[in-house]
């Protein structure tokens, strides 16, 4: 098995720019998480996907994130606009099932740098 | 809401110490995991804690859940360079909502060699 796949692991872009992360998740895990990760804050749960609907997006820090989950095999999160605050590690992450019983798989990371 | 709370933040220890992170929630887990990251990765799952008063055995670590089921520990012996990294724990809950784990903000293991 080849882990959760996230794609890129580095982003660099200006303020004001689009930004779209990928994750695909674990074949056969019915959840789906999105974190940020960042030295102040700790790792934030933003939004978790059960069966590929969003169940709660309260982490969601503003309405510039947003998140999708189109079919079992992907999910993309989008900035737009990005601001230099949102720099910081984003980790998808899938588990089995959605309640906190079953350990998370997280991927490797997108390191997001807005400057 | 929930909150989990791990002490310390920063541990260093030399090579062949121990070291023990320790774990607070707010409210009664019904289990408690704990995960391991190293520097520039991400985390991995160690180990999850059901029962009242578990403990459970890795190799060189040993996980406890309290018997109130509100705190936990991790107790590293005789650290080695490789256990480097921040160990969280996580408990599911938190804004009213089972669904999701609660991570606390790690503690920072770095070792002398």
């Known amino acids: 098995d080849a882990g959760v796949i996230q794609s890129p692991r580095h982003e660099v872009t200006e303020m004001g720019q689009e930004v779209t992360l990928r994750c695909k998740p674990i074949?056969?895990?019915?959840?789906l998480f999105w974190y940020r990760q960042t030295m102040m804050r700790g790792l934030e749960l933003l939004i978790y996907?059960?069966?590929?609907?969003?169940?709660?997006d309260s982490g969601m820090p503003e309405d510039r994130f947003s998140a999708k989950m189109p079919n079992a095999s992907f999910s993309t999160l989008k900035i737009q606009p990005s601001e230099p605050r949102d720099s910081a590690v984003y980790f998808c992450a899938s588990s089995l099932g959605p309640f906190g019983a079953y350990e998370q798989y997280f991927g490797p990371g997108t390191r997001l740098t807005v400057t | 809401g929930q909150q989990v709370m791990q002490i310390p933040q920063y541990q260093h220890v030399q090579e062949g110490e121990d070291f023990t992170t320790y774990c607070n929630s707010s409210?009664?887990?019904?289990?408690i995991q704990w995960y391991k990251q190293r520097p520039g990765g991400h985390p991995v799952f160690l180990i999850q804690l059901v029962k009242s008063g578990e403990v459970k055995k890795q190799k060189r670590l040993t996980f406890q859940f309290g018997e109130a089921k509100k705190n936990s520990s991790l107790h590293i012996t005789a650290t080695q360079t490789t256990d480097v990294g921040t160990y969280f724990c996580?408990?599911?809950?938190?804004?009213?909502?089972?669904?999701?784990?609660?991570f606390g903000k790690g503690t920072l293991l770095t070792v002398n060699p």
């Open positions: 996907f059960n069966n590929n609907v969003p169940i709660d």
């Open positions: 409210t009664t887990l019904s289990n």
């Open positions: 996580a408990g599911p809950g938190g804004g009213g909502s089972n669904y999701k784990l609660t």
């Open positions: 074949s056969g895990h019915n959840s």
